[in-house]
Nanobody, 123 residues
Framework: VQLQASGGGLVQAGGSLRLSCAAS????????MGWFRQAPGKEREFVAV????????FYGDAVKGRFTISRDSAKNTLYLQINNLKPEDTAVYYC?????????????????WGQGTLVTVSS
């Protein structure tokens, strides 16, 4: 599975962005996909995960109510809508895929990773 993330940029606090992650390769067997982020000097942090059907999802506490994860199976693309951005959301955002059943919020639960897209929020 190859993942290509895009959509990051420089945004003012309170603004919005939509991140995309295009998947290719063995996408037919992908079970669930997620977003993580890593701020400078910090560990990679869980953001959100969605099942392959799109019927199940859950979010990290820091982003609940502001972030929405979704997927378009016909386009093999994962999305992350980010609203009401805060300076503490500044990070490199990574998409990831796992090929085993069940949703996971752990970095170790994902075998495939995109290259990351940088989101910078100015105050």
């Amino acid at each position: 599975v190859q993942l290509q993330a895009s959509g990051g940029g420089l945004v003012q606090a309170g603004g919005s962005l939509r991140l995309s992650c295009a998947a290719s390769g063995r996408t037919f067997s992908t079970i669930s996909m997620g977003w993580f982020r890593q701020a400078p000097g910090k560990e990679r942090e869980f953001v959100a995960v969605v099942s392959w059907s799109g019927g199940s999802s859950f979010y990290g506490d820091a982003v609940k109510g502001r972030f929405t994860i979704s997927r378009d199976s016909a386009k093999n693309t994962l999305y992350l809508q980010i609203n009401n951005l805060k300076p503490e959301d500044t990070a490199v955002y990574y998409c990831a895929a796992r090929l085993v059943p069940g949703l996971s919020y752990k970095v170790t639960g994902y075998a495939y990773w995109g290259q990351g897209t940088l989101v910078t929020v100015s105050s």
